[in-house]
């Protein structure tokens, strides 16, 4: 534990990789976040995802619960999967719209 600290402090203080250029709003409503795949529940339609930033949901990096919609999209990921997905609020609830393997 005594390592795990301050990697996440550097973690969280570590400057983008790349320079993000100026994104206009409309291509922000479908923007992608990463992420990686903690936990799929099928049966409810839920999945957990470590992800990072989620621009358009002015969302830090995190581990949460996203419902899924259409639950099919879970068809062709699996628990460890690194993803690129897309989430919106719909309705209060966190949901993941799209989501793919990264490469
Ligand atoms: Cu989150």
Redesign the pocket.
């Known amino acids: 534990m005594k390592t795990w600290i301050p990697l996440l402090a550097a973690l969280a203080v570590a400057p983008p990789l790349h320079a993000e250029p100026v994104t206009p709003p409309a291509a922000q409503a479908s923007a992608m976040s990463e992420g990686v795949v903690r936990r799929i529940d099928a049966a409810n339609a839920k999945i957990t995802l470590r992800?990072g930033p989620?621009v358009n949901l002015d969302?830090p990096p995190?581990s949460?619960v996203f419902r899924v919609q259409p639950p099919e999209l879970l068809g062709g990921i699996k628990v460890g999967d690194k993803v690129r997905f897309h989430a919106e609020d719909i309705d209060g609830a966190?949901t993941v719209t799209a989501i793919q393997p990264a490469p």
């Open positions: 992800h989620i969302m995190m949460m966190y």
